[in-house]
């Protein structure tokens, strides 16, 4: 919708940004639909969450039933387990729901750009049941992924049966996903960020309400069955010199080469696998989970799951560096087995843990060189989390309020600023496509990309206006006065400033048409018919401009605090120019 | 892939009813959920209990690194479960793996920090890492805080431990006011009494650990150890008779125990020489002033000869040189009418305990010098 407004006290019709459109019903409709979206919204949230919890309940039981209750596994089940359950999840994959491969991220994304919001109810059971199964029984994925899916496909199915509008269906399936997610990590600011950069790709206002109504009615109703305890235990958390920072830096940098090496393998092996003939997909899985139970067997099951239990170890000082360094390392490979094999679950958990171990080596072997530094392991830890989850899944703001939601530790927001910071950069520097990009690419689709909108050029009105090339006309003015300027000027058409505000144009004709009426004595403001013209400002998008450049061949660009300012003119071919430009820049 | 097409505007009476039927279908959801969590739960709880179980019959059989894995199990079941993560850290603690321990600890500390266990538990690791600041601390909060069952035996027991840390940093000031406090509320039990009257025996202070004996006696009056430490108390504090009188009915009650015997014929001793008891009448007080003096002066005799030094020959400014000279001086007058004189016999016996404190170095004075040497203390802590 443009902002139209026109009184005596506004001398322009000023053009906002561009708005979502109400033009299909009448406005008491729209309030309307607007207001049970929200109403639906915290429905939403409460369903995602009841099925999140569920989830949750499925995934211990499958791992107390297929690895017994102890905490570390051991014997042949630690080997049977996870490859047993990775033939059983490829059948159910390839024959009762194939569309449940993966995280889920990119599904969800898709049926937001793709398939109008739709995403089957199926697709979410199939994901509870294999991801559960799978996670289960150790393969080295987590439930937030999936949790997302889940509370997007139940969202959408509500929307559908509730036959909403196509604009609304769409917009469910983030909203779900939000619900789901803030379930699933305990977190509903970052779930509402990571929805934002990672699934619906762009800051979108109109949607804001309804996807944080959601995730905050899901983590109430999760906290009510799960408690509210943060996910880990929080060891104490300082900084005491700002030189200090430089540690996490380091931190942060090595957590931005493991990042990239992580997504690689994933990025490499994917592809090649999927090639492979179907027969293999029965096995893959199984293979993936073979390799997983051999890991966990000669001495690591800590690789196995999700593994939250040892992050929270590592967070209390309970490995060596060395163990440490090796468990993200298995970790890395046990997760990019189970992930390219097709196994369906999430990446989420694997980054926290290969980034909480990460960060933990790295924070070992810094107090080790430099006796000196005062953060504890718990720390680094708790900021080498963040810094994979920034280098990997590529959402920096997401990153940056995952750890203080999940540690519920705010004095820790410096180092994880700055040690995400650079993973990020230097994630971005070696791999230019983002993980969940990359995948979806994969897969051959195209979805927009709030990185890729972050890294584009913004043509604004600035770069487009120029100087008028006429006089400007004064509404004041006598026809026969403006009519001897026009004759000094080459130009056709010139803009008139109106009294006591605002701005219209006049072509070269009109003024000898008036002239030729004898008119020559009239002022031009009486003589003209009334027309204001929208305002344009400098900084606004090039497409404001575009939107509105068919009301008149010239348009003007005033200041903001000054409407009879005029900053320049700008035209319809002023802005396909500039379009032209940039693509041959391009 | 199929696309869903709108194909209704909501309407208020709609909407209202969507509203409700979605409610009925969240609170059935609900309940349901609720339900399958309870169940799902209880089965973790029994779980959890069953590998706690594990973990405890682990660690009495001292296993502690398969108790950290069963109480580590337990509580992947119920990980906020105080009494679990208690008991993980004492397997850890147990395991010599005080951080890891320490970082539980802390945890629940931070949950209760009136916990008895857990600021005792705080505390050991505190004397493991001998901060003395933060010891105190604990062991004070586990004194004066919350304990779940036996309150008052636990403080006690948290008490008793922080006096013998305490004892062992020979911070003695500190011990004493500690058993102070305590002696105050200690129940009718001999073996308490017994334990901060040998406590108080181990700072020297007697007069406490004498009461304390005394109170071991009065509940147990065949408690042989409470009879010899009252008597040794009653010793050191120079009350002989008393101390007689207890280490009597130590020694007839245990014929092996030499320190009280020997003890009891010091403090028997004692009494049959010290001339300044009351009721002595005057030839016994010149007897034993006599006795005193020859003893003196076969010590001084024996430790100038021990040293190598012939008598008359030493430096005048050598205080057994002039020791010497006084018993050279006062030695006649023993048999004059001087002998008589009180103050003459009180100059006689400075002389004596002069001499027991100048030849302490030519070897620990036995039988009647020792006594003399008693004696000696208990008159300048009197004078004092």
Known sequence: MSAAVSSADTPCDTVATPRRSLRRWPFEFAFREERFFLVLSVFIGIFSALAVVCFRLAIDWSRLWLLGPRLSPSGLRVILAPSLAGIVVAILVLHAFPTVRGSGVNQTKAALYIYNGYIPLRTGVGKFITSAWAIGAGHSLGPEDPSLQIGASLASALGRRLKLSREKLRLLAPVGAAAGLAAAFNAPISAVLFVIEEVIGRWSAGILGSVVLSAVSSVVVMRWFLGSEPMFRIPAVQLIRPQELLAYAALGIVGGFAAVIFARGIGFLRPRLKVLPRWTQYLQPGIAGLMIGLIGYVGFPQVMGAGYEYIDEAMHGQFTWKTLAMLAALKILATTLSFVSGTPGGMFAPTLFIGAMLGGAVGHVERIVFPYLTGSVGTYCLVGMGVLFAGFLRAPMTSVFMVLEVSGNYSIIVPVIVANTLAYVVSRALEPTPIFDLLTRQDGLELPSLEEQREETILRVEDAMHAPVGPVLDSDETVEHVNQRVQLSSANIFLVHLSPGGWTTVTRDTVARLKGEGKGELSLGTALPSQRLPCLHPDLPLEAALRHIHESPLLPVVHRADFGRLEGVISQQDVLNRYKLVEREA | ?384
């Open chain 2, 1 to 384: 892939m199929d696309t869903a097409e709108p194909t209704s505007k909501p309407t208020a009476q709609r909407e209202a009813l969507v509203s409700l039927v979605l409610s009925v279908i969240a609170v059935a959801a609900f309940a349901a959920v609720l339900g399958l969590t309870t169940r799902f739960h209880s089965w973790q709880a029994s779980l959890a209990e069953t590998m706690r179980g594990r973990g405890e019959r682990d660690l009495q059989t001292g296993r502690a690194g398969r108790a950290i894995e069963d109480f580590r199990s337990a509580l992947a079941f119920d990980r906020d479960n105080s009494v679990y993560q208690f008991r993980l850290a004492q397997a850890l603690e147990a395991e010599g793996r005080f951080d890891e321990a320490e970082s539980y600890l802390i945890n629940l500390w931070e949950r209760q920090p009136q916990n008895g266990m857990v600021n005792v538990q705080l505390a050991r690791l505190a004397v493991h890492r001998d901060a003395m600041s933060q010891t105190l601390r604990y062991y004070h909060n586990a004194i004066y805080g919350i304990w779940d069952s036996q309150p008052d035996e636990n403080r006690r027991a948290a008490r008793l431990e922080l006096v013998e840390f305490l004892l062992q940093r020979n911070a003695r000031a500190q011990v004493q006011s500690e058993l102070i406090a305590m002696q105050a509320g200690l129940p009718p039990d001999p073996w308490l009494h017994l334990k901060v009257a040998e406590l108080f025996r181990k700072i020297d202070d007697y007069e406490n650990g004498f009461a304390q004996f005394r109170q071991v006696l009065q509940l147990d009056h065949g408690n042989v150890e409470a009879a010899a430490g009252a008597g040794e108390a009653a010793f050191e504090l120079g009350r002989y008779r008393t101390a007689v009188r207890y280490l009597e009915s130590a020694v007839a009650a245990n014929r092996k125990d030499e320190v009280s015997r020997n003890k009891l014929n010091t403090a028997n001793l004692v009494l049959a020489s010290n001339p300044f008891r009351p009721n002595v009448s005057m030839e016994e007080r010149k007897r034993r002033v006599q006795n005193a003096f020859r003893a003196a002066s076969a010590h001084l005799n024996d430790c100038i000869e021990a040293r190598g030094e012939s008598p008359g020959h030493g430096a005048a400014e050598n205080s057994i040189e002039k020791l010497h000279n006084r018993q050279t001086d006062l030695g006649p007058k023993l048999r004059g009418r001087t002998f008589n004189d009180p103050d003459f016999q009180e100059s006689v016996m400075d002389f004596v305990f002069e001499v027991e404190e100048q030849t302490a170095d030519c070897g620990s004075p036995t039988g009647l010098d020792q006594a003399l040497v008693l004696i000696g203390r208990n008159r300048e802590g009197a004078e004092r």
